[in-house]
C-alpha cells in the first residue's frame, strides 16, 4: 500500500470519526426537547455538593415542591446535610457520595436517574458554579434524554473561569463518547 494511500485512508478515519461525533452531539438538544415535552415539569431536585449554604438553600427550595424527591451529590459531611433536611421527610432525601467533582455530580447520578425514569429535573448549585453546571448537564444529561431547569443560589463570588468550563466541557465530551471521565486524573486519587 502505498503512502499516499494509508494517508487517505487515516484521513478518511478521522473524518468519519468527526461526523460521528457531530451526529451525536447534535442530538442532544433534540433529546432534551423530547424530554421537557414528556416532563414539561422537573420530576426531583439534584444539588450539586461542594457548600452546606447549597444544600441549606435546596431545603428551602423543596419545601416550595412537596412532591419532589431531592438527590445531593458528595455534599456536606454527613450529618450537617441530615441537619440541613431535618424539615424535609427522609424518604424524599438521597444523599450520593460517590461524585468528586462537577463532573462526576451528574455521571454518577444519571443512571440512577434513568432508572427511575426522570425526564426533567431541577439542578441547584450556586450562581458562579452554574455556568459550569449547565455545560456539564447539557452534555451529560442531554445525551441521556434528560432536560434540566438551573435553579441558582445567590452568592457574591465571581464566576469561574473559562479554562474550569473548557476543561469540564472537555471531559464531559470524554463521558459521552467513552462512559469514562477522566477522574481517575485527579489529584487526590
Known amino acids: 500500500m502505498t503512502l499516499n494511500r494509508k494517508y487517505r485512508r487515516h484521513q478518511f478515519s478521522c473524518l468519519a470519526l468527526v461526523g460521528l461525533i457531530v451526529v451525536i452531539l447534535s442530538c442532544i438538544p433534540l433529546r432534551m426537547a423530547i424530554a421537557k415535552q414528556i416532563a414539561p415539569a422537573p420530576q426531583a431536585i439534584l444539588t450539586l455538593g461542594g457548600d452546606i ?17 431531592i438527590w445531593i451529590s458528595s455534599g456536606a459531611n454527613l450529618e450537617a446535610t441530615r441537619r440541613a433536611f431535618q424539615q424535609i421527610a427522609p424518604t424524599r432525601v438521597h444523599i450520593d457520595r460517590r461524585a468528586i467533582d462537577t463532573v462526576t455530580n451528574f455521571t454518577s447520578l444519571v443512571a440512577d436517574f434513568k432508572q427511575h425514569k426522570f425526564h426533567h429535573i431541577y439542578v441547584v448549585t450556586a450562581d458562579y458554579h452554574m455556568r459550569r453546571a449547565k455545560a456539564i448537564a447539557t452534555f451529560v444529561l442531554g445525551s441521556q434524554g434528560i432536560a434540566f431547569t438551573p435553579v441558582a443560589m445567590p452568592t457574591n463570588k465571581p464566576v469561574e473561569s473559562r479554562l474550569h468550563l473548557l476543561r469540564d466541557v472537555c471531559r464531559a465530551l470524554l463521558w459521552v463518547l467513552t462512559r469514562r471521565t477522566g477522574a481517575s486524573l485527579h489529584p487526590s486519587i
Do not use: G
Open 53 to 69: 449554604d447549597r444544600e441549606i438553600f435546596t431545603a428551602r427550595f423543596a419545601q416550595m415542591h412537596p412532591s419532589l424527591d
